[in-house]
């Protein structure tokens, strides 16, 4: 038995039709769909990647956002060199066991083709490029990887566009290079194809946009090759597709800027390493804070300068025995399965815009970034940033939809269990054995409700989580703000709206 997965970055299960999307659509068909699926959290492809290669969630392979400090350094996770810096080539920058040091250590074949950041593409595929197994990143093959089959495939087509924006020339890329593969070399025993669409376009157009669904067209084109390849080879070697996605979208409703915000009050925070800063902060949807010494006092002084803000949203400190927060009126990372020596002393998501102004649209939420007001934006907790794609087709699956939840972390332990290999103790989610046909499980199972709250002085923040199996899986946040406290507004610069 062999695997291709293929990821499209950024694609929301409810983005697909069978006008737009019809390759997709008829993999659902043939296949499981997963109609509960989720991301892990942050919502972030860095931490996706990582999710994906190891199976755990970030509170086991330590990529906590897709920029964050650690080692006295911010560390910026588009950047594989970056990331590097916390340990070595093979070792300490994951610290959780992945897909490619597994099948590497059994002597097993694994492909990684991808379009996405070369962070991104180095925690896909970690301990695969190093060991010299295939591995293509699309926008250099020369910068990571030996392998000379790829070697050779990559010198024989065309530079790429240096920032191609939508990425239409790169997606085609990835599955040229695939099939370019297949048509000399064995299939290797999983293969990784990493579409860096539909989620450029999202950021660039917004979902729905017409041109956003023009490039998910092309992109569901584009796959639908590899679709065609494996309807004629897939009886041979037992060939099992996995389709799905990173994360979901939200939509930016308004901006803000945190750091703008802490400095008024008089705080010497930073977005970089500077020795005169208090507090180093990274801020997109989800905002952290590494304060220096970790001082309470001025973690609870950042959190009231804050939490009265009508885009504060759920907030969270380091977890201590117990499981309980650090700091008083938040909940612990642990709570969002993000405790890890790396995490930040204080986190909070930005919230949803809809709380403070029913005006907004329900998937509009607040923002901390360069991209404008109107486009796709992730890394938070709403149902849309959580919400994955995910079908699993091929005789070893079953076929229809299933409502129990899943998660990106259950796919490497399913992955391993079909190929027969030894699933590490680091893996954090669990086989879908509900997928797989004659799995010998024949048990009922329940969804439990495993919410958790905390009642700040202002607001209820709850979490909600659904336990299945054991495992706990994120669906979404919700906040109510006592009245009549209740904000209805920030200051001017920061009320831009659909």
């Known amino acids: ?144 990887g030996s392998n000379p089959v790829i070697h050779r495939i990559a010198s024989n087509l065309p530079p790429l566009p240096k920032g191609e924006s939508p990425a239409i020339k790169t997606i085609k890329r990835v599955v040229d290079a695939f099939l370019s593969y297949v048509e000399t070399e064995p299939l290797p025993d999983l293969n990784l194809l990493w579409f860096s669409e ?11 946009h017409p041109s956003a669904n023009e490039v998910l067209s092309i992109v569901d084109r584009e796959f639908g090759r590899i679709l065609e390849w494996w309807y004629a080879a897939r009886r041979r070697e037992r060939i099992q597709v996995i389709a799905g996605s990173d994360h979901g979208h939200a ?15 008089g705080f010497k925070v930073a977005n970089d390493s500077d020795p005169d800063a208090d507090v180093i902060m990274e801020s997109q949807r989800a905002v952290n804070f590494w304060v220096r010494d970790s001082d309470l006092c001025l973690v609870r002084d950042i959190y009231q300068c804050l939490s009265a803000e009508p885009w504060f949203g759920a907030a969270f400190s380091r977890t201590l025995e117990g499981g309980v927060a650090r700091l008083a009126q938040t909940l612990p990372h642990a709570a969002v399965m993000a405790e890890h020596s790396r995490s930040p002393d204080l986190t909070f998501v930005l919230g949803e815009c809809s709380l403070t102004n029913t005006d907004s649209e329900s998937a509009a939420v607040y923002y901390d970034g360069n991209y404008p007001v109107g486009v796709g934006m992730h890394g938070g907790l709403t149902s849309y940033e959580l919400s994955a794609f995910g079908v699993l087709a091929g005789d070893w699956f079953q076929k229809g939809v299933s409502n129990t939840p899943t998660g990106i972390v259950d796919l490497a332990p399913t992955i391993l269990t079909g190929l027969g290999l030894p699933i590490p103790k680091t893996v954090q989610g669990r086989v879908i054995e509900e997928a797989i046909i004659d799995n010998g499980d024949k048990r009922s199972h329940q969804i439990e409700d495993a919410s958790v709250s905390v009642h700040e002085p202002l607001r209820k923040v709850t979490i909600r989580r659904e336990r299945y199996r054991g495992h706990l899986y994120l669906k979404g946040s ?21």
């Open 1 to 144: 038995m062999k695997f291709i997965v293929a990821v499209f970055d950024g694609l929301r299960p409810d983005q697909l039709n069978e006008r737009i999307t019809p390759n997709l659509c008829s993999l659902a068909s043939m296949g499981m769909l997963l109609a509960n699926h989720t991301a892990s959290f942050p919502s972030e492809t860095r931490v996706s990647s990582a999710a994906l290669a190891t199976g755990s969630h970030c509170s086991g392979h330590g990529i906590i956002a897709n920029r964050f400090f650690a080692n006295g350094v911010a560390i910026d996770g588009s950047s594989l060199p970056a990331l590097l810096t916390l340990g070595s080539e093979t070792s300490g920058v994951l610290t959780s066991v992945a897909l490619g040091e597994v099948l590497a250590a059994h002597r097993r074949t694994m492909l990684t083709i991808g379009s996405q950041s070369q962070g991104s593409w180095g925690l896909s595929g970690w301990g695969s490029w190093q060991a010299g197994a295939p591995a293509y990143w699309v926008h250099n093959h020369g910068e990571f």
């Open 198 to 208: 539909p989620d450029i376009s999202f950021h660039l157009f917004g979902l729905g």
């Open 251 to 265: 939509i930016i409703g308004k901006t803000v800027s945190v750091l703008d915000h802490l400095r008024r009050a």
């Open 478 to 498: 919700d906040i109510v703000w006592h009245s009549p406290k209740m904000p209805t507004g920030g200051s001017p610069e920061n009320n831009l709206t659909i």
